[in-house]
């Protein structure tokens, strides 16, 4: 059975930082790219970052250099660095696993984490 796992979330004031988990298992992690995704109230969910099986990463414009995605292949954990966070970011946040065909260039199959809340505010 695969899990994501994801842990980390909660209240943080503005300005403040937090760091999100997720923790996958009955995958083989490294075959697999990670992303973040987040679902503001009110809004479509959205992409926030994306590591590749191989360590690269990328972020949404609205995020970068305030946001930092990495992965520890030997735990099965991905991690996302929040940080100088604003009421903005306030959202679920959903951890999620693509296994990307790179010859079809398309996703196989994904898997997704449950999504914990973060909330930005004083």
């Known amino acids: 059975q695969v899990q994501l796992v994801e842990s980390g979330g909660g209240l943080v004031q503005p300005g403040g930082s937090l760091r999100l988990s997720c923790a996958a298992s009955?995958?083989?992690?490294?075959?697999?790219?990670m992303y973040w995704y987040r679902q503001a109230p009110g809004k479509s969910r959205e992409w926030v970052a994306h590591?590749?099986?191989?360590?690269?990463?990328s972020q949404t414009s609205s995020v970068k250099g305030r946001v930092t995605d990495s992965r520890d292949n030997f735990n099965n954990t991905v991690y996302l660095q929040m940080n100088c966070q604003q009421p903005e970011a306030t959202a679920v946040y959903y951890c999620n696993a693509a296994y990307f065909d790179y010859n079809s260039q398309e996703v196989e199959h994904e898997y997704w984490g449950q999504g914990p809340q973060v909330t930005v505010s004083t």
């Open positions: 590591i590749t099986k191989v360590g690269i990463t």
């Open positions: 009955g995958i083989t992690f490294g075959d697999y790219d």
